[in-house]
């Protein structure tokens, strides 16, 4: 099967759930959306009536994202989902064209292509309404781009990716190491080898700054906090994967006793430091750096929810080939553990339901259910 022909079955596939969705939201207790889809929709509803998306509640992004899902008042509710969609079926064609540009043959393009379109997380996670995806675009467009060369178009990229969603910032330090490799390596002489890192580093800076004061002079306070402030100390009491969840969940609840420190609150410092040493070792190849990168920015994170996979499992087809070559680790291994990973969310959504669709009191087993799930993860 061609990679166009993988790519228009899964076009079907999520039109098909896009009208499941409508479906299902209308005649059941449990809703197919995702409640942040209907965030964003409000948001938009703001910002077309003449306000500020932050007047909703919850909106915790860019405005962009409220931008593009104008259409959701203009023309239909599911414009979003659609555009969500589409994001995932170009992300397939980027994913192509990075494996074709590695050499990696039609059949290994589209066993990717397959394996990114069809898993259960892209398919359902984008036409439930969430945005991650669009992320997951702009940063395969980045890579896209310093293959070719285009750093400052790059930067540029890499600068619209951190507003949108703060979390690219945790690929600043191997972009730039991977910059000053290829031009002292093309170059040999360090002195110029800074100038394409540093066209980067300028591009990005400049893009974030200008959409940064933009919608500052728009939005005020309201933008910083909400888009970027509210990130770097969010705590999240309930359904999230992260060892962290009970100890906040407890915090909430209990005043912490005087000269000690929260446990999460060091959630930081292991990041820190796993980020550091990962793009210090695997900077020379980017695809295999942010994958490493992100699964332990995700794993270490004091929030751990199921959007944050699509994260890394949109860089994972990139190193489908190395995993084909490799012999180290059996084949049967590799899908036992993916069915262990898998299981383990199962059983974590299990608990989740008791405590969010019923209203039982299961924090600890649901707790305990994420420390299962950090151990098939790891």
């Known amino acids: 099967m061609r990679t166009w022909h993988v790519v228009a079955l899964a076009a079907v596939v999520r039109a098909v759930l896009i009208c499941w969705a409508e479906y299902q939201d209308s005649r059941m207790a449990v809703k197919y959306t995702d409640i942040d889809y209907v965030v964003f929709t409000d948001a938009a509803r703001f910002v077309a009536n003449g306000g500020s998306p932050y007047q909703r509640a919850t909106y915790r992004y860019s405005p962009l994202l409220a931008y593009l899902v104008l259409p959701n008042i203009w023309l239909h509710p599911v414009f979003g989902k659609v555009l ?29 292509t397959a394996a990114w379109l069809f898993n259960p997380y892209t398919a359902t ?6 945005c991650d995806v669009l992320s997951v675009l702009l940063l395969l467009g980045l890579l896209v781009m310093l293959l070719h060369g285009a750093d400052v178009a790059a ?8 507003h949108f969603r703060i979390y690219p910032v945790i690929y600043g330090p191997a972009i730039v190491l991977f910059l000053l490799r290829r031009a002292a390596v093309r170059q040999g002489l360090w002195a110029g080898a800074v ?39 969010r705590k999240d009491p309930r359904h999230n994967f992260s060892p962290y969840y009970y100890p906040i969940y407890l915090q909430g609840y209990a005043a912490a006793a005087p000269g000690t420190a929260a446990p999460w609150r060091l959630a930081a410092a292991p990041q820190a430091v796993a980020l550091m040493a990962l793009s210090a070792a695997y900077h020379a190849d980017l695809p295999s750096a942010w994958l490493l990168q992100t699964w332990a920015f995700v794993t270490l994170n004091k929030v751990v929810t199921a959007q944050y996979f699509v994260w890394y499992l949109c860089l994972l087809p990139l190193a489908l080939p190395a995993l084909a070559a490799q012999t180290a680790v059996p084949a049967a291994a590799l899908v036992g553990g993916g069915a262990v990973w898998v299981a383990a969310q199962l059983h974590w959504l299990g608990w989740a339901y008791q405590l969010e669709m019923k209203g039982r009191s299961v924090h600890v087993g649901l707790w305990a259910a994420g420390l299962v799930f950090q151990l098939a993860n790891t």
């Open 84 to 112: 969500f969609s589409t994001a995932d079926l170009l992300v397939a064609g980027l994913l192509s064209h990075l494996l074709r540009a590695t050499g990696a043959s039609p059949r290994l393009r589209a066993i990717a």
């Open 125 to 130: 996670i984008s036409t439930r309404g969430s």
């Open 155 to 162: 930067g540029a990229l890499y600068g619209l990716a951190v």
């Open 195 to 233: 100038r394409p890192a540093a066209a980067f580093c300028l591009a990005a800076a400049a893009t974030f700054a200008v959409l940064g004061a933009a919608f500052y002079y728009l939005y005020g306070n309201a933008f910083l906090n909400e888009a970027f402030l509210h990130h770097l100390g």
